[in-house]
Antibody, heavy 117, light 113 residues
Framework: QVQLRESGPGLVQPSETLSLTCTVSGGSISPYYWTWIRQIPGKGLEWIGYIYYSGATDYNPSLRGRVTMSVDTSKSQFSLKLASVTAADTAVYYC???????????WGQGTLVTVSS | DIVVTQSPDSLAVSLGERATINCKSSQSLLYNSDNKDYLAWYQQKPGQPPKLLISWASARESGVPDRFSGSGSGTDFTLTISSLQAEDVAVYHCLQHYSIPRTFGQGTRLEIK
């Protein structure tokens, strides 16, 4: 069973760029879609965007312009960058595999990123 | 964007009783070419990531107890737990994967009465 693990700073300064990496183990990163989802504490889930193993991307329009995703198949990793962060971007960020049909499964454990000075 | 609205926001049910959670979409999630509803249900226990319970509105994932069932089509969907167990305490989310951007319901918190 594939496993995913998020890594990156837990604290980011306002106006800076949030950077997270997801490492995939127990399975290949190819030829699948991968996604990032976030959950503001106590709130619902927000889809951030997709990246295909080839590097093709599709982002949530609500975040487009600030989001960049990339993939490194040699390291079985994909990454998220979110620019110009504010306190509203404080959330648990999950990396997730996209299964046939578009459902999200499995999920990483998630990592809390706090935006604060 | 497709808006997905769950009801109720929270629910308290006695052990052994039925729990019903609803999910309503602002547009149909039924894809005519394959006659499938692009709606999934997730269970999120405290401190854990969401877990996929039901796909295609009504297909239970492997290992999910048969007390969980999904129903509905088009714009109205239901997740039913036929006999609530203590381990079912969680937040339940529905997801539409019909169109971009993917959107979730706001979540329903299920507790024991």
């Amino acid at each position: 069973q594939v496993q995913l693990r998020e890594s990156g700073p837990g604290l980011v300064q306002p106006s800076e760029t949030l950077s997270l990496t997801c490492t995939v183990s127990g399975g290949s990163i190819s030829p699948y879609y991968w996604t990032w989802i976030r959950q503001i504490p106590g709130k619902g889930l927000e889809w951030i965007g997709y990246i295909y193993y080839s590097g093709a991307t599709d982002y949530n329009p609500s975040l487009r312009g600030r989001v960049t995703m990339s993939v490194d198949t040699s390291k079985s990793q994909f990454s998220l960058k979110l620019a110009s962060v504010t306190a509203a971007d404080t959330a648990v960020y999950y990396c997730v595999k996209v299964v046939t049909g578009g459902m999200f499964d499995p999920w990483g454990q998630g990592t809390l990123v706090t935006v604060s000075s | 964007d497709i808006v997905v609205t769950q009801s109720p926001d929270s629910l308290a049910v006695s052990l052994g009783e039925r729990a019903t959670i609803n999910c309503k979409s602002s547009q149909s999630l039924l894809y005519n070419s394959d006659n499938k509803d692009y709606l999934a249900w997730y269970q999120q226990k405290p401190g854990q990531p969401p877990k996929l319970l039901i796909s295609w509105a009504s297909a239970r994932e492997s290992g999910v107890p048969d007390r969980f069932s999904g129903s509905g089509s088009g714009t109205d969907f239901t997740l039913t737990i036929s006999s609530l167990q203590a381990e079912d305490v969680a937040v339940y989310h529905c997801l539409q994967h019909y169109s971009i951007p993917r959107t979730f319901g706001q979540g329903t918190r299920l507790e024991i009465k």
